[in-house]
């Protein structure tokens, strides 16, 4: 099983919204990884945990918080987004954070109005 | 930074034919590389990977080929199906003090014609 979950599908916020959006991952996988995507684009990379630990935060804006409760949990909260940061928001995991495949979810769209 | 870069944006196959997907790449450092397949409101799917000690690597339909030399990645579909239109992206990890952090090229749209 290679699957990677992701809630919700789609998200719509205002601008003062607070949301979060979740991810899981059942593989027994160490890292897991938050990547920003752009229509038309690849995806760009924000955020790496492994073992539960930051180990990679792209400079991304303080309006982006993620958290790893758990080795299978991920989360990446919002608060005070822009228009531009609308986008497709993907998680992956792998099994160290090494030199390794990584494992996507589907993804959540989002849309800040 | 470095970059992984595409020669081709798009490329049109009647079904059937092969496919080939081409890839440059500029980090000499890099040595794991990922193509993934990703169709329209999904996430990037896993198709195959290779690391820098190989030069070739094939799995079912695909083949992978690494060109150390002039940093070039190409993957080739045998008997392209309907069912492989997608956008294919080639990604890299540098290793080193970058573990985990994968950098991928802009995207090859492949579609299939029946």
């Known amino acids: 099983d290679t699957e990677v979950t992701q809630t919700p599908k789609h998200l719509v916020m205002g601008m003062t919204n607070k949301k979060s959006l979740k991810c899981e991952q059942h593989?027994?996988?160490?890292?897991m990884y938050w990547y920003k995507q752009k229509a038309k684009k690849p995806p760009e990379l924000m955020f790496v945990?492994?073992?539960?630990?930051?180990?990679i935060n792209e400079s991304v804006p303080s309006r982006f918080s993620p958290e790893c409760p758990n080795s299978s949990l991920l989360n990446l909260h919002l608060h005070a987004l822009q228009p531009e940061d609308s986008a497709l928001y993907l998680c992956?995991?792998?099994?160290?954070?090494?030199?390794?495949?990584?494992?996507f979810g589907p993804g959540t769209r989002l849309l800040v109005l | 930074g470095e970059s992984v870069g595409l020669h081709l944006p798009t490329l049109s196959v009647q079904e059937g034919d092969n496919s080939i997907i081409n890839c440059a790449y500029s980090?000499?450092?890099?040595?794991?590389f990922i193509w993934y397949k990703q169709e329209s409101g999904k996430g990037p799917q896993f198709i195959i990977d290779i690391r820098s000690n190989m030069d070739k690597r094939q799995g079912q339909r695909v083949t992978v080929l690494l060109n150390k030399t002039v940093k070039h990645l190409s993957l080739q579909i045998a008997a392209t199906q309907p069912g492989d239109s997608a956008v294919y992206f080639c990604?890299?990890?540098?290793?080193?003090?970058?573990?985990?952090?994968?950098?991928f090229g802009q995207g090859t749209i492949l579609t299939v014609h029946p």
């Open positions: 992956a995991s792998s099994q160290e954070g090494r030199v390794e495949t990584q494992y």
């Open positions: 980090n000499s450092a890099s040595d794991y």
């Open positions: 945990y492994s073992y539960e630990k930051l180990s």
């Open positions: 990604a890299e990890d540098a290793g080193g003090t970058s573990y985990g952090k994968l950098t």
């Open positions: 593989m027994g996988h160490r890292a």
